[in-house]
């Protein structure tokens, strides 16, 4: 248990569906993050929040939709996606002290597009 | 810009074998620097962390020394287990950038 929830754990969703994804952190950070991990590709940085405000947008389609409401809450709102979205979903928030950052991942959600 | 560079896998060893995972990096300044345990079907773990140079990270029986030296923050482990079995990423992390992970390494443990 590393304080990071995510739900659902597992998704199937049609592309014309529009479903959201759920992080919440219980350990008082104020940065949170979505990733996506592909089956043989390297793990994708989404999108960034510090204090609620977005700081990071990496190119990512605007089918995908983050929202933050507060420090310990994420979405990721889907709509109209594709089969090559099918991926895991990971949430991570992070601390830091001494100028050293350390993240902590929920345990994700894995999406499936049919 | 920065950067980490990890073996390939996958990796098969029996069980109480010797473990090593390889792990180089290329950062300016003063990095900080970790390994994440993705366990089947699960999220990464935090597994130790180093933040300078010639600091020893330990976890689980996991040791992982930060060599500035050779730029390298290679994944030890005694006598692994079949529990072990999982995908290992590096990751390097400083003032001037998000925490950067590599590519992942899947160990597989034999009984």
């Known amino acids: 248990e590393t304080g990071v929830t995510q739900t659902p754990r597992h998704l199937v969703m049609g592309m014309t569906n529009k479903k959201s994804l759920k992080c919440e952190q219980h350990?008082?950070?104020?940065?949170m993050y979505w990733y996506k991990q592909s089956a043989k590709k390297p793990l994708e940085l989404m999108f960034v929040?510090?204090?609620?405000?977005?700081?990071e947008n990496n190119s990512v389609p605007s089918r995908f939709s983050p929202e933050c409401p507060n420090s310990s809450h994420l979405f990721l709102h889907l709509h109209t996606l594709q089969p090559e979205d099918s991926a895991l979903y990971l949430c991570?928030?992070?601390?830091?002290?001494?100028?050293?950052?350390?993240?902590?991942f929920g345990p994700g959600t894995r999406l499936l597009v049919l | 810009g920065n950067s980490v560079t990890q073996m390939e896998g996958p990796v098969t060893l029996s069980e109480e074998a010797f473990l090593t995972i390889n792990c180089t990096y290329t950062?300016?300044?003063?990095?900080?620097l970790f390994w994440y345990v993705q366990y089947p079907g699960e999220g990464l773990q935090l597994l130790l962390k180093?933040?300078?140079?010639?600091d020893k990270g330990s976890n689980k029986g996991f040791e992982a020394t930060y060599r500035k030296e050779t730029t390298s923050f290679h994944l030890e482990k005694g006598s692994v287990q079949v529990s072990d079995s999982a995908v290992y990423f590096c990751?390097?992390?400083?003032?001037?950038?998000?925490?950067?992970f590599g590519s992942g390494t899947r160990l597989s443990i034999r009984p």
């Open positions: 991570a928030s992070s601390q830091t002290v001494d100028r050293v950052e350390t993240q902590y």
């Open positions: 350990l008082g950070h104020n940065a």
């Open positions: 929040y510090n204090f609620k405000e977005q700081t």
């Open positions: 950062a300016t300044g003063y990095p900080s």
């Open positions: 180093a933040t300078k140079a010639d």
């Open positions: 990751a390097l992390g400083s003032s001037a950038s998000k925490i950067i």
